[in-house]
RNA sequence: GUGGCUGUAGCUCACCAGGUAGAGCACCGGAUUGUGGCUCCGGAGGUAGUGGGUUCGAGACCCAUCAGCCACCCCA
């Protein structure tokens, strides 16, 4: 047991799981690219006010779960607990939306929360956000993104979208008041956490877990009585937009999202592979932000994936990625070593898409040919005391049944190119 | 923040009215000395999460603490 753990809830991702990570990354890399996303980097920490402003002051984020400081001044400085707030903020600050934006950025956040599957306290997103197309096309086009990067990821399968509109503030408003005129009437009969989010977050009842709490719910006012006309245009034109494209989607009049800023539509991709913490990305539109931040009023839609909840994901559906080199060199002596090692650097220039790995730290031929075997390379390559006087390579295949093989110099970079057009086929 | 379960080698686990620890896998080495994967042999590795307490004696019992898991809560 070493001296020194990682903090609670934040995790090591070892050598033998970035592999996936990186798939991961990639693959949204690629799709984001190809629907015209660029990245945008902002910092972990902002000031405390920002988040408290976009979040909402009586949302748990910002009541009890973001990792505040004072700073050497004296302000409030908090670690982004969400990626949406200071997005807006640098949009706003440098004029990004002065027309359409489509960006987008991966990285930690952190939420103090009791951890548990599926929830840490440091945790990586996969945030989009667009900024300046008011209509549903715009929400259409970050659900189909998401279910391109879901198929490439090859668990489109496992996943189901659900999908709500919560309309305009004003009619929020005027929902929110009758549904908690209605649940004060049975105020006694509510479980425990809701009778406390009657005051603060009342919308939240709806996504409840208690069965009393649901039963209650069944007669209680729906938002759809409430909805604008436009948030319902708007949510009609969206849901032909997917029907059109084939995505289906759960229709969940009580899907509420957590976060304040939201207005018309919200959704959350959920799969029921992962236990309690099911939401695997959430999103909607936020409208009113940019406004309420000092920026042109500008209409806004985005998403965040959580990382670690689709690395879990795949875990469990066993899709993983593994790194191993094309190639993996032995020697014999001090001597074959140092030729072996100028060979190893010729061959990374001219064949820059083959993984080399020289064994280091001498050793038999038999210890390295285990190493070699456990690096998952699809061949060993020899330098000897026999090659050292033909000029020659060895190659022994590790993966494949086939013979070993003794190449002169030539023959071996034409061995190589085709094993490098081989391994980029993929 | 609340509740339940758990904490023994790198990993998965076992033993034991309480008498100072074992297995499998992994790791290292070897099976007539230039070749891995299978098999066989050998080896290294644990102050039993940490700190107290009960006891002649505790990994086993009690308390605290830390951490993990599951659920609530919350959300990605």
Redesign the pocket.
């Known amino acids: 047991?070493s001296q020194y753990?990682?903090?609670?809830?934040?995790?090591d991702v070892l050598p033998d799981e970035t592999p996936l990570w990186q798939m991961l990354e990639q693959t949204a890399r690629d799709v984001l690219a190809a629907h015209g996303y660029a990245e945008i980097r902002t910092p972990i920490v902002e000031s405390t006010e920002l988040f408290a402003r976009s979040i909402g002051e009586v949302?748990?984020?910002v009541e009890?779960?973001m990792y505040s400081f004072p700073d050497r001044n004296d302000d409030s400085l908090s670690l982004r607990p969400?990626g949406?707030a200071s997005t807006v903020r640098a949009a706003v600050q440098h004029n990004l939306i002065q027309s359409p934006q489509r960006v987008w950025y991966m990285g930690p956040?952190f939420?103090?929360?009791?951890?548990?599957?599926?929830?840490?306290?440091q945790?990586?997103?996969l945030g989009v956000e667009t900024f300046g197309v008011a209509g549903p096309e715009q929400d259409a086009e970050l659900l189909l993104m998401c279910r391109q990067w879901w198929t490439r990821l090859g668990i489109n399968d496992v996943l189901t979208l659900e999908l709500n509109t919560i309309g305009s503030p004003e009619a929020r408003a005027s929902y929110k008041a009758a549904l908690t005129d209605y649940l004060r009437d049975h105020f006694d009969s509510l479980?425990e956490?809701?009778q406390r989010?009657l005051d603060t977050?009342p919308l939240?009842?709806l996504?409840?877990?208690?069965v009393t709490t649901q039963a209650i719910l069944d007669d209680a006012p729906s938002m759809a009585e409430y909805l604008d006309e436009e948030s319902q245009r708007h949510h009609e034109r969206l849901c032909q937009l997917l029907d059109m494209a084939g995505l289906t989607y759960t229709s969940n009049p009580r899907l509420?999202?957590?976060?304040d800023y939201y207005n018309k539509t919200v959704f959350?991709?959920?799969t029921d592979k992962?236990?309690?913490?099911?939401?695997?990305?959430?999103?909607g539109r936020y409208d009113m932000m940019v406004g309420q931040f000092g920026g042109k009023a500008t209409p806004a839609s985005g998403?965040?994936?959580?990382?670690?909840?689709l690395v879990l994901l795949m875990q469990t559906l066993n899709l993983d990625a593994i790194a191993a080199p094309d190639l993996y060199i032995?020697s014999?002596d001090e001597n074959a070593f140092g030729q072996a090692m100028l060979e190893a650097d010729r061959i990374r220039v001219e064949f820059p898409g083959l993984g080399v790995v020289q064994h280091l730290g001498g050793?038999?031929?038999?210890?390295?040919?285990?190493?070699?075997?456990?690096s998952g390379a699809a061949w060993?390559m020899?330098?000897?005391?026999?090659?050292?006087?033909?000029g020659k390579v060895?190659l022994?295949?590790?993966?494949?049944?086939e013979e070993?093989m003794t190449l002169s110099r030539e023959e071996l970079d034409v061995f190589l190119g085709q094993l490098e057009q081989l391994t980029n086929e993929y």
């Open positions: 047991m753990r990682a903090i609670r809830g934040m995790v949302t748990d984020i009890k779960e969400e949406t956040m939420r103090y929360e009791r951890p548990q599957k599926g929830r840490q306290r945790f990586h997103q479980d956490d809701s989010r977050n939240r009842i996504d409840s877990k208690s509420v999202r957590g976060l959350e991709w959920t992962l236990g309690a913490q099911a939401t695997v990305c959430g999103g998403f965040a994936a959580g990382l670690e909840r032995v014999s050793g038999s031929f038999k210890s390295q040919f285990k190493r070699a075997d456990k060993a020899v330098f000897g005391a026999e090659e050292m006087v033909s060895t022994k295949a590790l993966r494949a049944n070993q």
